[in-house]
């Protein structure tokens, strides 16, 4: 391994793309590593994205390889990284074909696994008239009969917001015990209708949700369908480079913990997107990444030049 990297970028979601591209742009040498399993690819399209509104994720992700190829400095590989250790002051990582690449820093961009409830009928409805972020969804579901398949403060809070986009909320607690009486009263002074019947599946006609099935057999007509989900990481990768997490939130269940910087708690080990900031969203995965990047520059010239490296205050995920 004669060749050294000065960043190996895991992942080519939003995050990636977007650190890859200022790495490029700042004339350093640059792998990313790309498994091409985005979360949001079964979304019909982004939502909120300034300039990008409503374009296919994967769209947007082809088009952001094209660009990063005008750099002869970047090199986008498809694979998947299996392993990594730190290595004499470096990093070596092993891609699944058996290739080992070393590099002076990486930045962990693999995203989040989403692990929604298992549900017979949810697969097919997700990222469409089955979602978790009303920012994301909520205009295309405006004005339609919503759900809201949660329990407890998450059920409270997700209800809540997404009345901004509806005025026929109904929160499906899939029991009687999901909520305390006090989110009740709040839910009810907000004209939010509570259902504690516990839920068998979803049923949809022509891709869309048309109803929620109960197990006592009865049916409520429902256009769309906000689905509690918690966040996961994709493997143990962050683990292995020294990386430690953050405290749960109520969406992710492990986040890796990060400074201003995107440091990591591993001197030289960078994370953006998902698997760092507070909320899962196309436009803060691309602002992480360029932020990441622009850091992880300023680190590599520390390490030529001498210079200072600044300060920065650990930030953990809430």
Do not use: K
Not at 131 to 140: D, L, V
């Amino acid at each position: 391994m004669d060749n050294i990297w000065d960043c190996i970028i895991v992942g080519g979601g939003a995050a990636g793309l977007s650190a890859g591209l200022v790495l490029g742009r700042a004339r350093r040498r640059t792998l990313l590593v790309d498994a091409g399993a985005q979360s949001n690819l079964p979304a019909h399209g982004i939502g909120g994205l300034l300039g990008h509104d409503g374009r296919s994720p994967a769209e947007l992700y082809e088009t952001g390889r094209r660009e990063l190829s005008v750099y002869p400095g970047v090199e986008v590989r498809t694979g998947e990284v299996v392993a990594g250790e730190p290595s004499d002051g470096d990093f070596v990582l092993q891609l699944a074909d058996g290739t080992r690449e070393r590099a002076r820093r990486v930045l962990l961009a693999t995203g989040m696994e989403y692990r929604p409830p298992e549900l017979p009928g949810l697969a097919q409805l997700w990222g469409g008239s089955a979602f978790h972020c009303p920012f994301c969804h909520g205009w295309e579901m405006r004005d339609q009969p919503l759900g809201v398949l949660a329990r407890g403060p998450r059920a409270v809070h997700s209800a809540l917001l997404l009345r901004g986009w509806s005025d026929d909320i109904v929160v499906l607690t899939d029991g009687p015990d999901g909520l305390e009486d006090d989110d009740r009263i709040r839910l009810a002074d907000a004209n939010i209708t509570i259902d504690d019947r516990r839920v068998a599946e979803l049923d949809s006609e022509n891709g869309e949700l048309s109803a929620v099935v109960f197990t006592d057999g009865t049916r409520l007509a429902r256009r769309g369908l906000l689905v509690a989900t918690t966040l996961h990481q994709r493997s143990t990768l962050a683990d292995e480079l020294g990386v430690e997490s953050a405290d749960p939130t109520p969406v992710a269940q492990n986040p890796i913990a990060v400074d201003g910087f995107y440091r990591t708690t591993a001197p030289g080990v960078f994370a953006a997107g998902d698997l760092s900031v507070p909320m899962p969203q196309v436009a803060a995965a691309i602002a992480s990444g360029s932020h990441a990047a622009a850091a992880i520059v300023q680190s590599l010239m520390a390490d030529e030049y001498g210079l200072a490296v600044p300060e920065g205050r650990r930030r953990v995920n809430a």
